[in-house]
Every structure is written in C-alpha cells, then in structure tokens.
C-alpha cells in the first residue's frame, strides 16, 4: 500500500517546493511544541505565573504563544536564507529520485537482520561464557598448579 502511494507521487510529478513546504510547516509544528516546553519548564523555574487558557487542559499561554512565534520566524528565517531553501529543495528533489522498496523486499530485509541479529548474539554469548570460564576456572586453578 506504501509503494503504490509513493507510485502514485512519482508518477504525478509533485513540485519539489511542496514536500519542502509541508516538510516545514511539520517540522515548524514540532519545533513550536519543543519551545513550548523548554519555555514553560523555564518559567517554572523562574517562577512566572502562567495563565492557563483551557481549564482542565494543561497548555499555558505565555510559554506556547512564544514557542510559535520562535517556531514561526525560524521557518521564515530558513525560507528566506538562500543556503538552507536550496538545500531543502535539493533534498526534496533526490527524494523524488529514490527508488522504495515494495513490501516484500522490506520484509525479507527485516527478516534478514533479525535473523544476523540473533546469530551474532548466540555468537557473543559464548564467548563470553567460554571467557567467564577461562578467567573464573580455569586460569586461577592454572596458577595453583605452578
């Protein structure tokens, strides 16, 4: 169902400033969320009363309406910069040129790893038996018989 959507955009040829768009208004939300929080354990310690807008909903003013207003100039402040714009645009773009697996190669993969995964674990866990033994046992009762 992932690859037929991802199909779907590939083949309607979406502008690259879209996912640039959408990727920062996203990233914009998170980042006022983040300022939200350090500015209102900041005002908890400073000790800045904070009027709360919604009763029974923990969400402050002060702290949230000055997270989105950082959230907001920083998205500014990165769509005007020529540097970070062009480098949003060509990351978009090569996203465009990205080949997804299908579902199956992502499952046989997965499977794969995990299975490495376990292998290699059976692996360490005995040899770090067999060094247990070496260093506990073995060596000491080595050096008694010198």
């Not at 690859?3 to 590939?10: D, H, K, L, P």
């Not at 996912?19 to 939200?36: D, H, Q, W």
């Not at 709360?52 to 910069?81: D, K, M």
């Not at 292998?119 to 073995?138: E, K, N, Q, T, Y």
Request: proline share 4%.
């Amino acid at each position: 169902m992932a690859s037929e959507a991802s199909e779907q955009a590939n083949r309607a040829e979406i502008d690259p400033k879209r996912f640039v768009v959408i990727s920062y208004l996203l990233l914009g939300l998170v980042l006022a969320f983040f300022f939200a929080n350090i500015l209102t354990r900041l005002f908890v310690e400073i000790g800045v009363s904070q009027k709360q807008l919604i009763s029974g909903i923990e969400f402050s003013s002060p702290p949230y309406l000055i997270g989105f207003v950082l959230a907001i100039g920083t998205g500014i402040y990165c769509w005007t910069n020529p540097r970070i714009h062009g480098l949003s645009l060509e990351v978009a773009t090569e996203l465009k040129r990205v080949t997804w697996p299908s579902w199956e190669e992502t499952r046989v993969s997965t499977f794969a790893v995990v299975f490495a995964s376990l292998v290699a674990s059976v692996v360490l866990a005995a040899i770090d038996a067999l060094s247990l033994r070496l260093m506990v046992d073995w060596l000491p009762m080595f050096w008694e018989m010198l």
